[in-house]
C-alpha cells in the first residue's frame, strides 16, 4: 500500500465520492461550528428553499463576534446590527435544533477557544466552519478549514462539501526555543519565510521536535496563524498532550467509547516514507522574538531588527508594498522596532487568549504597573478561561497594574464591537492579522506574543521579552 500523509488519511476516511479528475471530492463533514456573523445569510437561504439541517446534534452555535466585552457581562448588543445578528442566530437555532451557547451561557467564548476546551474536536475528526482560523483545530489532530456563506448552507443541509484535494507540505522543526519565545514567535517566523501566500493550495503538517515539547495550547496558536500563510489547513499529529487535554472535557467520549477512541487516534499520523509536495525545515535555536512591522502578518522581523528599507528590495511589486506598509504604519526605514511607541496593548483573539497565554503574560506583569500614555487590555479567550484566570489569581495581577480585565469575545481582534482603536491609535497585539484598518480605521497593529504585548505595555514601546524581568 502506498505510504499516505495525515492529510491524505483525513480526506480518504470522509471522501464520500470523487466528482472529477482534478481532485474534487465529496466530503464528509464531522462537526461545524457557528457564529452570529457568517451564518445570517446560509440560514436565510434554508428557510427560502424550505430546507432543514439534516443532523443538528453536529453543530455548535456560539455569540463571539459582536458582543461588548464590558467588565460587566450584559445581553444587550451596542448596535442594532450586533442586536439582530444575536436574535436571528438564536431564532435560528431554536427552529432548526441546533445548540446554542448565548451571550449569558458560562461557556461562552471565542467558537475557536471553546470548541476545544469542551472537547467537541476530536482527533481524526473533519471540521469546517465559517471563519478561517478553523485550521486551530489542528492541533488536535483534527483538520479543520473555514468556508463561505453558501458552503455554510449546504454543509448545514447535507452535511457534506464540495471540496477540491490540497498539496501537502510538512514544516519540521527541531531544537529547543529560548526563554522567552513562544509557539507565537515560531509560526510568525514561519510566515515571514515564506510570505503570507507561501502555503497557498497547502496543508501543512507540523512535527519535529520542538513541536513535540509543545502544550497543546501552544501547538493550537500555531495551527490557527498558519492561514496567515495561505494554507487552508493545518495540523499535528495527535500524542499522549493531546489525549489528556481531552479526557474529562464535557463533550469528550468516556468509558468504552474512550478507548476505542484512543486505538483510533494512536494511528493518526503519516506513514514512513510518505510524500509531501513541499519541504520546510526550521531550527528553533535560531528564532528570536518577533514582531510584525507592517500591515500583513509576513512583513514581519526579530525585535531587536530595524524597520526594514524598500530601496533595499529588487522585487518592484515587494518594494512598493513595503513602502505603502511604512506609510500607513508612519514608520521610517532603519528605526530600531525597539523604538516604537504605542498607544494601546491588547492581549486576546482566537490565537492568543487561553488561560497558558494569560499566565505568561502575568509573569511579565507581576508587580509592575502600565505605562501611563497607554491602554491596556485583557480579553480572555471564554468565559471559562476568565473564571480559571480569577481563581488562579491572574486577574488580580493585570488589574493592579492597570490593564483593563473584561469578558470574553472576539473585541478588538476585528473591532466588530464597541472595541475599536481610533486613527492613528498603535497596538501591541497578541492578535493574528494586522491589514490596515483591522482594529479601527486608521488603527496601526503590531503582531506579537502575549508575554510580548504584556512587555510592550509596561514599557510603552515594544520591547524584547528577553530583556524583562519574568516573576515566576
Same mark, same amino acid.
Given at each position: 500500500?502506498?505510504? /499516505? ?32 456573523? !457568517? ?75 471553546? %470548541? ?32 463561505? !456563506? ?6 448545514? *443541509? ?11 507540505? /510538512?514544516v519540521t522543526v527541531d531544537g529547543e526555543?529560548?526563554?522567552?519565545? !513562544? +509557539? ?7 510566515? $515571514?519565510?515564506? $510570505? ?8 501543512? &503538517? ?6 513535540? %515539547?509543545? +502544550? ?22 495527535p500524542d499522549d498532550k493531546v489525549f489528556?487535554? =481531552? ?8 468509558? @468504552? ?9 494512536? @494511528? =493518526? ?7 509531501? @509536495?513541499?519541504?520546510?525545515? =526550521? ?12 500591515? +500583513?502578518?509576513?512583513?514581519? *522581523?526579530?525585535?531587536?531588527? /530595524?524597520?526594514?528599507?524598500?530601496? %533595499? ?12 506598509? =511604512? ?47 497607554? /491602554? ?15 481563581? &488562579? $489569581? ?13 469578558? +470574553? ?14 486613527? $492613528?491609535?498603535?497596538? %501591541?497585539?497578541? !492578535? ?25 505595555a509596561i514599557s510603552g514601546r515594544l ?10
Amino acid at each position: 500500500m502506498t505510504a /499516505r500523509t495525515l492529510y491524505d488519511k483525513h480526506i480518504d476516511s470522509h471522501t464520500v465520492c470523487r466528482l472529477d479528475d482534478q481532485g474534487h471530492v465529496l466530503l464528509y463533514i464531522d462537526r461545524q461550528v457557528i457564529n452570529e456573523y !457568517t451564518s445570517p445569510q446560509a440560514f436565510s437561504g434554508l428557510r427560502e428553499a424550505g430546507r432543514g439541517v439534516w443532523r443538528p446534534e453536529t453543530a455548535l452555535a456560539v455569540v463571539d463576534h459582536v458582543n461588548p466585552t464590558t467588565p460587566l457581562r450584559v445581553a444587550a448588543m451596542p448596535d442594532a446590527g450586533g442586536a439582530r445578528q444575536v436574535s436571528y442566530l438564536a431564532e435560528n437555532c431554536r427552529d432548526f435544533g441546533i445548540e446554542l451557547l448565548d451571550i449569558l451561557d458560562k461557556r461562552q467564548g471565542i467558537e475557536h477557544v471553546i %470548541a476545544p476546551e469542551q472537547g467537541f474536536i476530536l482527533p481524526g475528526m473533519v471540521i469546517a466552519a465559517g471563519d478561517s482560523h478553523t485550521t486551530t483545530y489542528g492541533a488536535l489532530g483534527a483538520f479543520g478549514f473555514g468556508i463561505g !456563506t453558501s458552503e455554510i448552507e449546504h454543509l448545514l *443541509a447535507s452535511q457534506t462539501l464540495v471540496y477540491k484535494r490540497l498539496k501537502s507540505m /510538512r514544516v519540521t522543526v527541531d531544537g529547543e526555543l529560548a526563554a522567552g519565545l !513562544t +509557539s507565537k514567535d515560531l509560526i510568525m517566523a514561519l510566515i $515571514g519565510q515564506i $510570505g503570507a501566500s507561501g502555503a497557498t493550495g497547502y496543508a501543512i &503538517e507540523f512535527c519535529g521536535s520542538t513541536i513535540d %515539547a509543545l +502544550s497543546v495550547e501552544a501547538r493550537m496558536t500555531i495551527c490557527n496563524m498558519a492561514v496567515e500563510a495561505g494554507a487552508r489547513g493545518a495540523f499535528m499529529a495527535p500524542d499522549d498532550k493531546v489525549f489528556a487535554y =481531552l479526557k474529562g472535557k464535557p463533550r469528550a467520549p468516556t468509558g @468504552d467509547l474512550w478507548e476505542r477512541g484512543l486505538q483510533q487516534w494512536c @494511528d =493518526l499520523r503519516s506513514d514512513p516514507g510518505a510524500l509531501f @509536495d513541499r519541504e520546510i525545515h =526550521l531550527d528553533a535555536h535560531l528564532l528570536e522574538p518577533m514582531v510584525t512591522w507592517g500591515t +500583513s502578518p509576513d512583513q514581519a *522581523a526579530p525585535i531587536g531588527a /530595524r524597520v526594514p528599507d524598500p530601496q %533595499a528590495i529588487n522585487d518592484p511589486i515587494l518594494r512598493q508594498d513595503m513602502r505603502r506598509a =511604512l506609510n500607513y504604519m508612519s514608520l521610517e526605514a532603519g528605526m530600531p522596532l525597539s523604538e516604537i511607541v504605542i498607544s494601546h496593548a491588547f492581549i486576546g483573539s482566537c490565537t492568543n487568549a487561553r488561560i497558558e497565554d494569560l499566565r505568561d503574560a502575568a509573569r511579565v506583569v507581576r508587580g509592575q504597573q502600565v505605562a501611563e500614555h497607554v /491602554r491596556a487590555m485583557i480579553v480572555p479567550g471564554s468565559s471559562e478561561v476568565r473564571a480559571q484566570a480569577e481563581a &488562579e $489569581g491572574l486577574a488580580r495581577i493585570f488589574i493592579e497594574a492597570g490593564f483593563e480585565w473584561r469578558q +470574553s469575545g472576539c473585541s478588538m481582534c476585528l473591532a466588530m464591537n464597541d472595541d475599536v482603536l481610533a486613527p $492613528g491609535d498603535r497596538c %501591541a497585539s497578541s !492578535t493574528n492579522r494586522n491589514f490596515e484598518g483591522r482594529q479601527g480605521a486608521g488603527a496601526r497593529t503590531h503582531l506579537m506574543s502575549p508575554a510580548m504585548v504584556a512587555a510592550a505595555a509596561i514599557s510603552g514601546r515594544l520591547t524584547d521579552i528577553r530583556h524583562v524581568g519574568v516573576r515566576p
